[in-house]
């Protein structure tokens, strides 16, 4: 079976490896400062999810510099993605997000910007600003959907139905942005099936996208709470890769897979474990691809 890899993509478009730096550009999220909640979705960080972003007391620029010290080792082609990762990337006056985003596109070694954000935080006024930024280097929008599913987007705290992530694909598509979709995979009593589904609606809805991540039960949240009561088990190491495997046998040849599994910081992570040695789970999840 064959899919179309984030590497081929950048291959593509950019004609060589590009590298994603992420950023905490020092936001916060509708979901923590009080106006839909104060705890973030069930599954959430203290991090907003950017454990692995740079510092947010630094500067955009100081931040790009930093990442590129951190994979020079890695990466000798010298041309990067400005990755704003931590929280939701559009949750500020426009004004100040022009100049965040501006400061990461002027940088000589930054190819282009993927904004993490939500769906209920897309006005057409930042759906104007992205578009004209665009227009001078790529920009890509990375929606956090998770799940069609009302019920699990419920016990989550996603904090805004589905037809939000409907408009705000429609629109951003409509500006010819990039629209990348994040999905969990392994979500309290979601059948393989609904995880299936979920794949298949974003697809229908056009995305250019995806990131499939596996369900982590970070210290601190509230999931590792109700893990710990035995509310409901992760998914084994098979069981992960074989859904996977069948939600790439449902994408369409142009949508770009951002994610197989994800990265779990040792500190943080309480389960499931076998998650951190990503190397193995890649080299599986490749067999299992190759032999599909």
């Given at each position: ?7 081929q993509y950048m291959k593509d478009v950019f004609g ?63 041309k990067y993605m400005a990755y704003f990762q931590a929280?939701?990337?559009t949750y500020a006056p426009v004004e100040h997000l ?195």
């Amino acid at each position: 079976m064959e899919y179309y890899s984030l590497n081929q993509y950048m291959k593509d478009v950019f004609g060589q490896k590009v590298y994603k730096i992420a950023l905490d550009a020092g936001f916060t999220c509708p979901n923590r400062d009080g106006t839909l909640g104060t705890g973030g979705c069930i599954f959430c960080s203290g991090s907003g999810s950017g454990d692995f972003a740079q510092h947010r007391e630094k500067s955009i620029t100081e931040q790009i510099e930093q990442g590129k010290e951190r994979v020079k080792n890695k990466i000798h082609t010298g041309k990067y993605m400005a990755y704003f990762q931590a929280f939701t990337n559009t949750y500020a006056p426009v004004e100040h997000l022009k100049m965040i985003y501006e400061e990461a596109i002027r940088h000589p070694d930054i190819v282009g910007i993927s904004i993490a954000t939500r769906p209920d935080c897309l006005s057409d006024e930042v759906i104007e600003l992205l578009a004209c930024l665009n227009q001078k280097k790529p920009v890509w929008v990375e929606l956090g959907l998770q799940t069609i599913h009302e019920k699990t987007a419920s016990y989550i705290r996603r904090g805004y139905a589905l037809e939000v992530y409907d408009d705000a694909v429609y629109r951003l598509k409509k500006k010819e942005l990039t629209v990348i979709t994040h999905v969990i995979l392994g979500l309290p009593e979601e059948t393989k099936e609904q995880m299936l589904q979920t794949v298949e609606y974003v697809c229908d809805r056009g995305i250019d996208g995806i990131k499939l991540q596996l369900l982590h039960v970070i210290r601190g949240t509230d999931l590792e709470k109700d893990y710990l009561k035995n509310k409901f088990d992760v998914l084994s190491m098979d069981a992960y890769i074989d859904i996977v495997v069948a939600c790439i046998a449902k994408l369409p040849s142009n949508v770009v897979v951002h994610r197989m599994t994800g990265d779990g910081n040792r500190r943080t992570l309480v389960a499931p474990m076998w998650s951190t040695n990503k190397k193995k789970v890649l080299n599986e999840l490749k067999k299992k691809i190759e032999a599909y």
